[in-house]
Protein backbone atom coordinates (compact mmCIF):
# COMPACT_ATOMS: atom_id res chain seq x y z
CA UNK A 1 0.00 0.00 0.00
CA UNK A 2 1.38 3.45 -0.81
CA UNK A 3 2.17 5.47 2.60
CA UNK A 4 -1.10 7.82 1.93
CA UNK A 5 -3.16 4.79 2.33
CA UNK A 6 -1.41 3.22 5.03
CA UNK A 7 -1.98 6.81 7.15
CA UNK A 8 -5.59 6.78 6.49
CA UNK A 9 -6.20 3.61 7.58
CA UNK A 10 -4.37 4.13 10.74
CA UNK A 11 -6.13 7.13 11.16
CA UNK A 12 -9.06 5.31 10.48
CA UNK A 13 -7.96 2.09 13.31
CA UNK A 14 -6.88 4.91 16.15
CA UNK A 15 -10.38 6.48 15.89
CA UNK A 16 -12.21 3.61 15.93
CA UNK A 17 -10.22 1.99 19.31
CA UNK A 18 -10.50 5.32 20.81
CA UNK A 19 -13.93 5.61 19.79
CA UNK A 20 -15.03 2.70 21.69
CA UNK A 21 -13.05 2.66 24.23
CA UNK A 22 -14.44 5.73 25.71
CA UNK A 23 -17.87 5.56 24.20
CA UNK A 24 -18.14 1.31 25.66
CA UNK A 25 -16.10 0.99 28.44
CA UNK A 26 -16.81 4.59 30.04
CA UNK A 27 -19.93 6.22 28.37
CA UNK A 28 -22.32 3.14 28.21
CA UNK A 29 -22.14 3.02 31.94
CA UNK A 30 -20.98 6.05 32.81
CA UNK A 31 -23.77 8.49 31.18
CA UNK A 32 -25.80 6.96 29.09
CA UNK A 33 -27.14 3.78 31.26
CA UNK A 34 -26.75 5.55 34.30
CA UNK A 35 -30.08 7.40 34.40
CA UNK A 36 -32.17 7.01 31.78
CA UNK A 37 -35.24 8.02 33.36
CA UNK A 38 -33.94 11.32 34.06
CA UNK A 39 -32.48 11.80 30.81
CA UNK A 40 -35.98 10.72 29.22
CA UNK A 41 -37.18 13.70 31.41
CA UNK A 42 -34.68 15.76 30.37
CA UNK A 43 -35.21 14.87 26.51
CA UNK A 44 -39.55 15.35 26.69
CA UNK A 45 -39.10 18.88 28.45
CA UNK A 46 -36.31 20.01 25.71
CA UNK A 47 -38.62 18.43 22.95
CA UNK A 48 -42.09 20.04 24.31
CA UNK A 49 -40.33 23.70 25.55
CA UNK A 50 -41.40 23.18 28.92
CA UNK A 51 -40.20 21.82 32.12
CA UNK A 52 -41.62 19.08 33.86
CA UNK A 53 -45.19 19.59 35.82
CA UNK A 54 -44.13 21.80 38.97
CA UNK A 55 -40.09 22.48 38.19
CA UNK A 56 -38.63 25.24 36.56
CA UNK A 57 -35.87 25.17 34.53
CA UNK A 58 -33.44 26.16 36.98
CA UNK A 59 -34.67 23.52 39.37
CA UNK A 60 -33.36 20.50 36.39
CA UNK A 61 -30.07 22.51 36.02
CA UNK A 62 -31.37 23.07 32.35
CA UNK A 63 -31.46 26.78 32.26
CA UNK A 64 -31.08 28.13 28.31
CA UNK A 65 -31.07 24.14 27.20
CA UNK A 66 -34.61 24.73 25.20
CA UNK A 67 -32.05 26.15 22.64
CA UNK A 68 -30.21 23.36 22.02
CA UNK A 69 -32.54 21.98 19.41
CA UNK A 70 -30.27 19.91 16.99
CA UNK A 71 -29.49 16.79 19.58
CA UNK A 72 -32.94 16.43 20.68
CA UNK A 73 -34.80 16.36 17.36
CA UNK A 74 -32.65 14.45 15.53
CA UNK A 75 -32.71 11.53 18.53
CA UNK A 76 -36.43 12.13 18.70
CA UNK A 77 -36.54 11.00 14.84
CA UNK A 78 -34.44 8.13 15.13
CA UNK A 79 -35.94 6.81 17.94
CA UNK A 80 -39.58 6.67 16.29
CA UNK A 81 -37.35 5.46 12.93
CA UNK A 82 -35.83 2.47 14.33
CA UNK A 83 -37.92 1.92 17.77
CA UNK A 84 -34.92 1.77 20.03
CA UNK A 85 -34.88 3.03 23.54
CA UNK A 86 -33.48 6.91 23.84
CA UNK A 87 -30.04 5.74 25.78
CA UNK A 88 -29.41 4.02 22.82
CA UNK A 89 -30.54 6.41 20.34
CA UNK A 90 -27.95 8.59 22.22
CA UNK A 91 -25.36 5.92 22.52
CA UNK A 92 -25.49 5.62 18.88
CA UNK A 93 -25.40 9.36 17.80
CA UNK A 94 -22.83 10.16 20.37
CA UNK A 95 -20.32 7.43 19.23
CA UNK A 96 -20.93 8.21 15.59
CA UNK A 97 -20.30 12.06 16.29
CA UNK A 98 -16.80 10.61 18.24
CA UNK A 99 -15.80 9.00 15.56
CA UNK A 100 -16.19 11.23 13.65
CA UNK A 101 -14.62 13.91 15.23
CA UNK A 102 -11.45 12.05 16.29
CA UNK A 103 -11.08 11.48 12.04
CA UNK A 104 -11.30 15.28 11.49
CA UNK A 105 -9.20 16.12 14.75
CA UNK A 106 -6.77 13.88 13.00
CA UNK A 107 -6.82 16.03 9.61
CA UNK A 108 -6.90 19.19 11.03
CA UNK A 109 -3.47 18.51 12.76
CA UNK A 110 -1.98 17.00 9.79
CA UNK A 111 -2.19 20.81 8.37
CA UNK A 112 0.07 21.66 10.78
CA UNK A 113 2.23 18.63 11.43
CA UNK A 114 3.84 15.03 10.32
CA UNK A 115 2.16 11.92 10.65
CA UNK A 116 3.74 11.06 13.87
CA UNK A 117 3.05 14.23 16.01
CA UNK A 118 -0.72 13.74 14.70
CA UNK A 119 -0.83 10.77 16.33
CA UNK A 120 0.64 11.45 19.21
CA UNK A 121 -1.95 14.84 19.50
CA UNK A 122 -4.32 11.79 18.69
CA UNK A 123 -3.63 9.82 21.44
CA UNK A 124 -3.38 12.84 24.30
CA UNK A 125 -7.40 13.43 23.03
CA UNK A 126 -7.68 10.05 23.32
CA UNK A 127 -5.91 10.09 26.77
CA UNK A 128 -7.82 13.02 28.78
CA UNK A 129 -11.19 11.51 27.11
CA UNK A 130 -12.19 9.79 30.02
CA UNK A 131 -12.46 13.24 31.69
CA UNK A 132 -15.28 13.86 29.85
CA UNK A 133 -18.08 11.52 30.67
CA UNK A 134 -18.16 12.82 34.76
CA UNK A 135 -20.51 14.78 36.51
CA UNK A 136 -23.33 14.65 34.26
CA UNK A 137 -26.27 12.06 32.94
CA UNK A 138 -27.58 14.04 29.91
CA UNK A 139 -25.91 16.37 27.55
CA UNK A 140 -26.51 14.61 24.13
CA UNK A 141 -25.50 17.91 22.16
CA UNK A 142 -21.81 18.03 23.39
CA UNK A 143 -20.44 15.58 20.81
CA UNK A 144 -22.28 16.64 18.03
CA UNK A 145 -21.02 20.47 19.12
CA UNK A 146 -17.52 19.98 19.37
CA UNK A 147 -17.80 18.08 15.73
CA UNK A 148 -18.85 21.36 14.96
CA UNK A 149 -16.49 23.80 16.61
CA UNK A 150 -13.72 21.63 14.79
CA UNK A 151 -15.41 21.89 11.28
CA UNK A 152 -15.89 25.31 11.88
CA UNK A 153 -12.05 25.76 12.76
CA UNK A 154 -11.64 23.50 10.07
CA UNK A 155 -12.78 26.01 7.67
CA UNK A 156 -11.46 29.40 9.36
CA UNK A 157 -7.94 27.91 8.88
CA UNK A 158 -8.19 28.09 4.87
CA UNK A 159 -10.65 31.87 5.31
CA UNK A 160 -13.52 30.00 3.83
CA UNK A 161 -16.42 31.83 4.29
CA UNK A 162 -19.35 30.40 3.09
CA UNK A 163 -18.67 26.84 4.90
CA UNK A 164 -17.26 28.60 7.80
CA UNK A 165 -20.91 30.39 8.00
CA UNK A 166 -22.76 27.14 7.65
CA UNK A 167 -21.20 25.75 10.37
CA UNK A 168 -21.67 28.35 12.82
CA UNK A 169 -25.34 28.62 12.01
CA UNK A 170 -25.75 24.72 12.32
CA UNK A 171 -22.97 24.48 15.82
CA UNK A 172 -25.25 27.30 16.95
CA UNK A 173 -28.69 25.37 17.07
CA UNK A 174 -26.42 22.39 18.50
CA UNK A 175 -25.26 24.50 21.00
CA UNK A 176 -24.65 28.42 20.84
CA UNK A 177 -21.50 28.06 23.01
CA UNK A 178 -19.99 29.24 19.42
CA UNK A 179 -21.43 33.29 19.47
CA UNK A 180 -18.04 34.01 20.20
CA UNK A 181 -16.38 32.45 17.20
CA UNK A 182 -17.02 35.06 14.71
CA UNK A 183 -14.58 37.20 17.11
CA UNK A 184 -12.01 34.66 15.93
CA UNK A 185 -12.70 34.96 12.61
CA UNK A 186 -12.74 38.42 12.71
CA UNK A 187 -9.50 39.16 13.80
CA UNK A 188 -7.90 36.31 11.72
CA UNK A 189 -9.31 37.83 8.77
CA UNK A 190 -8.21 40.94 8.84
CA UNK A 191 -6.57 42.66 6.21
CA UNK A 192 -5.78 46.61 5.98
CA UNK A 193 -5.97 46.42 2.02
CA UNK A 194 -9.02 44.46 2.20
CA UNK A 195 -11.22 47.01 5.28
CA UNK A 196 -14.63 46.69 3.61
CA UNK A 197 -14.70 43.36 2.66
CA UNK A 198 -13.73 42.45 6.04
CA UNK A 199 -15.80 44.50 7.91
CA UNK A 200 -19.09 43.34 5.46
CA UNK A 201 -17.52 39.27 6.45
CA UNK A 202 -17.19 39.36 10.04
CA UNK A 203 -20.43 41.64 10.54
CA UNK A 204 -22.27 38.91 8.53
CA UNK A 205 -20.74 36.30 10.58
CA UNK A 206 -22.12 37.95 13.71
CA UNK A 207 -25.22 38.39 11.92
CA UNK A 208 -25.28 34.83 11.61
CA UNK A 209 -24.83 33.52 14.99
CA UNK A 210 -26.28 36.07 16.58
CA UNK A 211 -29.34 35.79 14.45
CA UNK A 212 -29.51 32.07 14.69
CA UNK A 213 -29.77 32.81 18.74
CA UNK A 214 -32.52 35.00 18.49
CA UNK A 215 -34.73 32.61 16.26
CA UNK A 216 -34.12 29.72 18.48
CA UNK A 217 -35.37 32.01 21.71
CA UNK A 218 -38.56 33.79 19.39
CA UNK A 219 -38.95 30.23 18.55
CA UNK A 220 -39.01 28.56 21.80
CA UNK A 221 -39.25 31.24 24.70
CA UNK A 222 -39.19 31.16 28.45
CA UNK A 223 -36.15 28.30 28.34
CA UNK A 224 -34.49 30.63 31.38
CA UNK A 225 -35.78 31.00 35.05
CA UNK A 226 -34.20 33.75 36.64
CA UNK A 227 -31.84 32.85 39.49
CA UNK A 228 -32.60 35.55 41.94
CA UNK A 229 -29.24 37.00 42.03
CA UNK A 230 -27.31 39.24 39.93
CA UNK A 231 -24.31 39.07 37.71
CA UNK A 232 -21.25 39.46 40.86
CA UNK A 233 -23.68 36.99 43.18
CA UNK A 234 -23.62 34.35 40.05
CA UNK A 235 -19.72 35.16 39.34
CA UNK A 236 -19.24 34.71 43.07
CA UNK A 237 -21.16 31.33 43.31
CA UNK A 238 -18.76 29.79 40.61
CA UNK A 239 -15.66 30.88 41.69
CA UNK A 240 -16.64 29.79 45.31
CA UNK A 241 -17.28 26.37 43.27
CA UNK A 242 -13.96 26.07 41.56
CA UNK A 243 -11.70 27.07 45.30
CA UNK A 244 -13.95 24.11 46.22
CA UNK A 245 -12.96 22.00 43.41
CA UNK A 246 -9.21 23.14 44.34
CA UNK A 247 -9.15 22.02 47.67
CA UNK A 248 -11.03 19.05 47.45
CA UNK A 249 -9.23 17.52 44.26
CA UNK A 250 -6.30 19.27 43.99
CA UNK A 251 -4.01 17.88 41.62
CA UNK A 252 -6.59 15.61 39.78
CA UNK A 253 -8.64 18.47 38.68
CA UNK A 254 -10.11 17.73 35.32
CA UNK A 255 -9.52 20.97 33.69
CA UNK A 256 -5.63 20.89 35.11
CA UNK A 257 -5.46 17.16 33.64
CA UNK A 258 -6.64 18.41 30.08
CA UNK A 259 -5.35 21.93 29.73
CA UNK A 260 -2.02 22.07 31.31
CA UNK A 261 -0.08 20.43 29.47
CA UNK A 262 -0.87 21.75 26.01
CA UNK A 263 -1.32 25.24 27.68
CA UNK A 264 1.93 25.39 28.79
CA UNK A 265 3.76 23.92 25.84
CA UNK A 266 2.19 26.31 23.74
CA UNK A 267 2.90 29.25 25.64
CA UNK A 268 6.53 27.97 25.93
CA UNK A 269 6.49 28.35 22.11
CA UNK A 270 4.96 31.77 22.15
CA UNK A 271 8.05 33.18 19.81
CA UNK A 272 7.80 31.19 17.04
CA UNK A 273 3.96 30.32 16.39
CA UNK A 274 2.35 31.81 13.32
CA UNK A 275 -0.27 34.86 13.94
CA UNK A 276 -3.19 32.31 13.33
CA UNK A 277 -1.68 30.06 16.31
CA UNK A 278 -1.46 33.56 18.76
CA UNK A 279 -5.02 34.42 18.45
CA UNK A 280 -6.05 30.72 18.78
CA UNK A 281 -4.42 30.29 21.96
CA UNK A 282 -5.31 33.59 23.30
CA UNK A 283 -9.28 32.80 22.19
CA UNK A 284 -8.79 29.72 23.74
CA UNK A 285 -7.45 31.61 27.24
CA UNK A 286 -10.21 33.83 26.90
CA UNK A 287 -12.90 31.27 26.64
CA UNK A 288 -11.58 29.41 29.46
CA UNK A 289 -11.38 32.51 31.82
CA UNK A 290 -15.14 32.57 30.69
CA UNK A 291 -16.15 28.88 31.72
CA UNK A 292 -13.97 29.70 35.09
CA UNK A 293 -16.83 32.57 35.85
CA UNK A 294 -20.10 31.39 34.51
CA UNK A 295 -20.06 27.47 34.91
CA UNK A 296 -18.61 24.71 37.10
CA UNK A 297 -15.46 24.15 35.69
CA UNK A 298 -14.81 21.05 36.74
CA UNK A 299 -17.30 19.69 33.39
CA UNK A 300 -14.58 19.28 30.96
CA UNK A 301 -17.11 18.17 28.15
CA UNK A 302 -17.78 21.42 27.75
CA UNK A 303 -14.24 23.05 27.73
CA UNK A 304 -13.06 20.59 24.53
CA UNK A 305 -12.58 22.92 21.76
CA UNK A 306 -10.36 24.74 23.86
CA UNK A 307 -8.21 21.87 23.30
CA UNK A 308 -8.78 21.90 19.77
CA UNK A 309 -7.40 25.62 19.61
CA UNK A 310 -3.84 25.15 21.63
CA UNK A 311 -3.41 21.66 20.36
CA UNK A 312 -1.35 22.56 17.11
CA UNK A 313 0.20 25.03 19.01
CA UNK A 314 1.29 22.41 21.74
CA UNK A 315 2.32 19.96 19.17
CA UNK A 316 4.65 22.06 17.25
CA UNK A 317 6.51 23.42 20.43
CA UNK A 318 6.63 19.89 21.45
CA UNK A 319 8.39 19.16 18.07
CA UNK A 320 10.58 21.53 18.13
CA UNK A 321 12.09 20.89 21.80
CA UNK A 322 12.61 16.88 21.14
CA UNK A 323 13.88 17.16 17.03
CA UNK A 324 15.09 20.92 17.01
CA UNK A 325 14.16 20.52 13.03
CA UNK A 326 11.46 22.73 11.87
CA UNK A 327 12.79 22.46 8.50
CA UNK A 328 9.28 20.34 7.37
CA UNK A 329 7.10 21.54 9.36
CA UNK A 330 4.01 22.55 7.48
CA UNK A 331 2.92 25.92 8.95
CA UNK A 332 0.01 28.86 8.52
Given amino acids: MQPRTVRAVLLVVLAYVLT ?25 AILENHPPPGKTWQDIGANGT ?14 KASGLPLFAVYFALDTVFFFCTVLLLGVYLSRWLAPPW ?24 DRLSQLCWLSALFFLRDRRALPFAAVLAFGMA ?29 LAMFAVAV ?18 TGLTATVAVYSQRLVEELRERAFAFPPMLMFALPLGLAFAGWKRLSRLEHLSLLFGCAL ?22 VLPAALMTLQRLLTDDTAQEPHA
Fill in 20 to 44: MTGQFWLGYRQVYTAHPEAAEVMHR
Fill in 66 to 79: NLRRVSIELAEVVR
Fill in 118 to 141: VALGLLYYGMTTPLTYLFYYSHPW
Fill in 174 to 202: VKYDMLALPLLWAAWTWRPDQRRRWLGQS
Fill in 211 to 228: GVFKVLQWRYPAGYTPLG
Fill in 288 to 309: FGMFSLGSNLREVRAQVPILYL
